[in-house]
């Protein structure tokens, strides 16, 4: 019983780890060459129940965030590298200034995973750093896209 548990959380443990900002090049096959695209249900509605169960406010979906996300998550899977650089050096506060939001607070969280959003969420959730900036009582807003097997995540507030 406890070999089956141990085998069972140890690759959640591993890819984790590996989302915490780590650069990991993946093999050009891991995102089929699938268009990038934006979530078809941009609720947020794992995001906002995890609010929820922490007693905090629920965030409002950013159309203009999610382009933000949209565009870092494209990057990442061009460059084939979970980064928080963007491939022209650009930051999150340079990606939001240049797209007119104008951000009072903010954070990003990335991840690479096959396991679609129920796997990226479970990969922030279960790495402290990516869930304090989901539960930042500062920020209202969110965007959250994918391209290929690339996540990103940007919640912000303005000014």
Known sequence: MR???FARLLPLAL?????ACVVVPLPQTDTG??????????????????????GLAPLSHSP?????AQGHA?????????????????TLGVRITRSGYNMRRGAENIAVTRRGL???????????????????????????ARSGDYWAMVVARVK
């Open 64 to 68: 203009l965030l999610e382009k933000v």
């Open 74 to 90: 494209n990057d990442m899977a061009r460059m084939q590298e979970m980064t928080h650089t963007g491939s022209d050096g650009s």
């Open 15 to 19: 890819t984790a780890a590996l989302s």
């Open 118 to 144: 129920d796997g990226a969420m479970d990969i922030w959730t279960n790495s402290p750093p990516h869930l304090s900036h989901m539960l930042m009582p500062q920020v209202k807003e969110y965007g959250i």
């Open 3 to 5: 070999r089956s548990l």
């Open 33 to 54: 060459g699938e268009p990038a695209q934006f979530l078809e249900d941009p609720s947020g509605a794992q995001l906002n129940a995890l609010r929820q169960r922490n």
